[in-house]
């Protein structure tokens, strides 16, 4: 249980995750110190977790691509888990239970790798790890939204929201999409202690600059200068991270949907990215067609009413429960090993995108 005033904090975060004490203290109308004991004691409570920084692909010339592998025994799950352990390229890897056993991962990728994944997923294939392979190609229209607990009941542990009158929005949403942000650093004028701070970034969002200082041995006015054109141009959100459970926010649903419609597919992304419902959701618009959707913690009813509102609007979707617990998922810090610095362009070369994680799978 958590009290009116841990909900509050817990509020407060999820607009701001790294809201300074000083800053909180002036929301909560208390002291500097009495600020800081309240946050550090949710911490140590488990409430409060630490916040998630992800870097943005967009700027920095990466594309995404989603893998759903279907396995026939929890081993050669356990084996695919470890293969996206090994890649270089990882983002996201978590279970599904669908027919089967399931495994759902995202790669972030220099394009031009693109046919080496496919020919590192069809050697899998062909060597019996998996049985069968969906890979699905991003457009680079993609988007994230997180939870607002505004929408939350703290007396009667309730959520409320609307789905049908939310589901009416749909018309009024354009049929075309927004046009993509451009990328305002080239790849060229990047150094790598600019890509160190960003894995420290990925590790830690609420690192400080002083301990970035000792970490990397910079200067107080160098590692101010690089630490806001970092956060500013490669990390794309900072999402804060609570005891879900005490929210009531416990299931995880995937959904894919093969759709021609494209026009209803763009007015989705749009009421998504406008409108969106009171809980984290993403949203990938595939290359070829269709798209990926998946909504994170939700409770079992609105689970339901999503689900019954994906089907209103597409009829025909493949979806699977995720079982986004900690010893089953996994988000990847970013690598600056990645990145040629003699080239200033990503390595893309076959043995190490596709020969070493295969050889160090095969030792496995």
Not at 42 to 68: E, H
Not at 208 to 234: I, P
Not at 269 to 293: Q, S, T
């Amino acid at each position: 249980m958590i009290t009116p005033e841990d909900y509050q904090i817990v509020l407060k975060l999820e607009s701001n995750p790294l809201i300074s004490y000083s800053d909180l203290a002036d929301e909560l109308g208390v002291s500097w110190p009495t600020a800081k004991r309240k946050l550090n004691d949710l911490k140590s409570r488990g409430v409060i977790r630490t916040p998630v920084a992800l870097y943005n692909i967009k700027a920095l010339g990466l594309q995404r691509i989603t893998v759903i592998w279907s396995l026939e025994s929890i081993e050669n799950l356990t084996l695919m888990e470890k293969l996206c352990d090994l890649h270089p390229y990882t983002h996201y890897r978590v279970r599904g239970y669908g027919d089967g056993f399931v495994l759902f991962a995202q790669f972030d990728i220099p394009p031009e790798t693109i046919s080496l994944m496919k020919e590192l997923i069809d050697t899998l294939e062909q060597e019996n790890y998996v049985s069968v392979t969906e890979i699905l190609q991003s457009s680079g229209y993609q988007i994230e939204v997180f939870p607002d607990l505004n929408f939350y009941d703290l007396q009667h542990n309730k959520w409320h929201f609307n789905w049908n009158e939310w589901l009416s929005l749909i018309e009024d949403q354009p049929e075309n999409l927004p046009k993509p942000e451009p990328q305002k650093i080239g790849l060229e004028e990047w150094k790598l202690i600019d890509f160190k701070i960003l894995r420290e970034l990925t590790k830690n969002p609420e690192i400080k600059q002083a301990e970035l200082m000792r970490l990397l041995d910079l200067t107080r006015t160098n590692v101010h200068l690089k630490y806001n054109l970092v956060f500013e141009n490669l990390i794309s959100s900072v999402r804060s991270r609570y005891d879900r459970i005490l929210f009531n926010l416990v299931n995880t649903r995937l959904f894919w949907v093969s759709n021609e419609d494209k026009k209803r597919i763009h007015q989705f992304f749009n009421l998504i990215n406008e409108a969106p419902p009171p809980f984290r959701f993403g949203m990938d618009i595939l290359k070829d067609n269709g798209f990926v959707f998946w909504g994170g913690a939700l409770p079992s009813f609105h689970e339901h009413q999503l689900a019954f509102s994906i089907w209103k609007l597409f009829q025909s979707f493949a979806t699977y429960t995720l079982d986004t617990s900690a010893d089953t998922s996994m988000i990847y810090w970013f690598y600056p090993e990645n990145f040629d610095f003699n080239t200033h362009y990503w390595k893309i070369d076959r043995e190490y995108v596709l020969e070493y994680p295969l050889e160090e799978l095969r030792q496995v």
